[in-house]
């Protein structure tokens, strides 16, 4: 019997090694691998120069506490707020850069209410979880917070109905990721914007799965030109080393003074590495157009490909759904046998998230093995 809590339906396979997009199992076995660890290592596993980054570091020192200055921190900060006046929260997860992201609205508007959307996923914590509009996530965890409302995604005139002078926050991804790969209508996400601003509530964009360069952009809202006023990442940011980040305008940094909010191990110096050099890779115009353009690439590939037979294909960049007729589960399991790496999101969709580095030529392979466990095998169709 395991060991630990049984939390997670695991996959029967091990993997022990990885370089770039390719992985290999504890039997030998190679997969190309089409979830980056659920959009986390983006730049492929063991990228040279985050490995150099922490290596270098891992031989001066870990750790500090945030007693101390840290240098590296501010650098990070500086890098990933660069060209806006905004500041900077490290933490270590996703959920904890949501939950600072909550906090904060509450606390610098002096409001309660929370707006967020129905499939939405913000993490695991209560705040987190009360704030994800899923009630598969909810079930049997008694009284959640309170003050948070679910409108339907992508429904400007919900949000108008709802949204008040009481509004502290307005939360919402750009694409929802595990509720489906559902991609926010740029109207939506402008609307969304301008009625935050009516009312002066704060717009949080939760760009943990989004943001680091997954849909050719830094950051998914830059498609819709707006500006948050928070906005939070994890994920991607550190290639697998943890690390989250609530990034907030400067108008905000007031609220956080000292002791309102703190985390260990936030911004730790092994993490902080491995962002640094994340960044400078990620951040570069010519790396975030070559991923657009295998994004555009790979979905009309697919679209060929798939069109006729599959409910829809969406998404941006690098961050693909496809909308199978029955679930998805089994296309996964079968994918896998054949060497590719998937994983679902929601009950009928295919999500794909290669790695930004990820070639064409592995981005054509994985296609023409879709179609044929898709197509060929009738997989997921009915
Ligand atoms: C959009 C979004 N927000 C928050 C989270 C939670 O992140 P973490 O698991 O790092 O706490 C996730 C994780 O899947 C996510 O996709």
Known sequence: MSSLFPTYAKFPI????????????ANGKTYLDFTSGIAVCNLGHCHERVLDSVQKQLSKIWHTSN???????????TKLTADSERVVFFCNSGAEANEAALKLAKKHTGRDEIITFQQSFHGRTIATMT????????????????????????????????????????????????????????????????????????????????GMGRTGKRFAFEHAGIEPDIFTLA????????????????????????????????????????????????????????????????????????????????GNGLMIGIELETEAGSAVKVLQEQGLLTLTAGLNVLRI???????????????????????????GMK
């Open 131 to 210: 704030a994800t509009g899923q009630g598969k996530i909810h079930d049997g965890f008694g009284a959640l917070l309170p003050g948070f409302t679910y409108l339907p995604y992508n429904d400007l005139d919900a949000l108008k109905n709802t949204i008040s002078t009481k509004t502290a926050a307005v939360m919402l991804e750009v694409i929802q990721g595990e509720g489906g790969v559902l991609p926010a209508t740029p109207e939506f996400l402008v609307g969304a914007s301008e009625l935050c601003q009516k009312y002066g509530a704060l717009l949080i964009i939760d760009e943990v799965q989004t």
């Open 67 to 77: 007693l101390f200055e840290s240098n590296i921190q501010e650098q990070v900060a």
């Open 353 to 379: 998230l290669p790695p930004l580095t990820v070639t064409k030529e592995e981005l054509l392979h994985a296609a023409n093995l879709i179609e044929s466990v898709l197509i060929k095998q009738e997989v």
């Open 235 to 314: 994920k991607g940011l550190g290639n697998g080393l943890p690390v989250g980040a609530m990034v907030g305008a400067s108008k905000l940094a007031e609220t956080f003074g000292p002791g309102v909010h703190g985390s260990t191990f936030g911004g730790n110096k092994i993490a902080m590495a491995a962002a640094d050099v994340v960044i400078d890779i990620i951040f570069d115009e010519a790396f975030l157009a070559d991923v657009t353009e295998k994004g555009v690439f790979f979905q009309q590939l697919l679209a060929e490909k798939l069109d006729a037979h599959v409910i829809g294909i969406r």
């Open 14 to 25: 091990e993997i022990v090694e990885g370089k770039g997009a390719m992985v290999k199992d």
